[in-house]
């Protein structure tokens, strides 16, 4: 059951590579519905926390669970991906020559091959859904232009979207922001927030004023500092506490 309490729950994972720790000790615990921030220096282990959620490495120690009763260490990376964990990475990749509808399309069809995911007739229902994860993407006017012709900031949308398509109960979303201009940014908080309840979202990111956007003055932010939580509270209180300033201004 996925109903309510901890979503995602990472205790006491340690990560080496060649005797470094680029994880120690680092324990985590995020709710059913809620959005979280995870900030962070250059090199804190974020991607290692990404990586080690989804499966991409394995911690040397600790234990990583999902939902009541999912042991994520015990699960290849295509399974964790089957349970429900969704990760976008910084790049887009989506296809260019096709249009968004089609790109959504593909999504649907999760690993089935190209070809036949668009010869494949569509449900109602699947239609339905994509609608509205194009509604929810502001792409709705773009269904029938070719995912090349997109901005940037549209393209990051397109790619949150066929992770939808797919009804992930976790987000993981690497800096989903950068590059983006101040008013794609505001609309990506929008639809951050407009997720929060459905999903579950762990946000890696830089830009203050968006962890601002999205924790509203009353959510929770973790900042990681050399493999582990240093601190965790309001962005606020984590921004005013002495040993994150000293982190981030590397006294
Ligand atoms: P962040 O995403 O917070 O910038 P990373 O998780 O990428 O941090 O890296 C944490 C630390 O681990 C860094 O010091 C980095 O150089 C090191 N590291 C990450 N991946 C590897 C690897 N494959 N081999 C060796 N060191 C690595």
Request: proline fraction near 3%; charge should be negative; charged fraction near 25%.
């Amino acid at each position: 059951d996925f109903g309510t309490g901890v979503a995602l729950y990472l205790d006491d994972i340690t990560v080496s590579f060649d005797g470094f720790r680029a994880l120690n000790g680092l324990s985590l615990a995020v709710d059913v519905g809620e959005l979280r921030c995870i900030i962070g220096p250059n090199g804190a282990g974020k991607t290692t926390m990404m990586d080690v959620i989804t499966g991409k490495t394995r911690p040397d120690a600790g234990t990583a669970s999902f939902g009541q009763n999912i042991d994520l260490l015990r699960l290849r990376e295509s399974e964790i991906a089957a349970v429900g964990i969704g990760r976008k990475f910084q790049k887009p990749t989506v296809y260019e020559q096709l249009t968004v509808f089609e790109n959504l399309e593909l999504a649907l069809a999760g690993d089935r091959r190209v070809r036949a995911a668009l010869f494949a007739r569509l449900s109602d229902a699947q239609q339905a859904r994509i609608g509205e994860v194009l509604q929810l993407i502001h792409l709705l006017p773009q269904a029938a232009r070719p995912a090349g012709l997109l901005s940037h900031g549209q393209k990051q949308w397109l790619e949150i979207g066929m992770l939808l398509m797919q009804d992930p109960k976790l987000l993981l979303l690497d800096e989903p922001v950068a590059g983006m201009t101040d008013e794609e940014t505001e609309r990506t908080a929008e639809l951050f927030l407009s997720l929060e309840g459905r999903h579950s979202l762990v946000v890696v990111e830089h830009d203050m004023k968006f962890v601002d956007q999205l924790t509203q003055g009353r959510k929770k932010v973790t900042v990681l500092h050399e493999g582990s939580v240093l601190a965790e509270g309001l962005l606020s209180e984590v921004q005013a506490n002495e040993r994150v300033v000293e982190v981030y201004l590397g006294r």
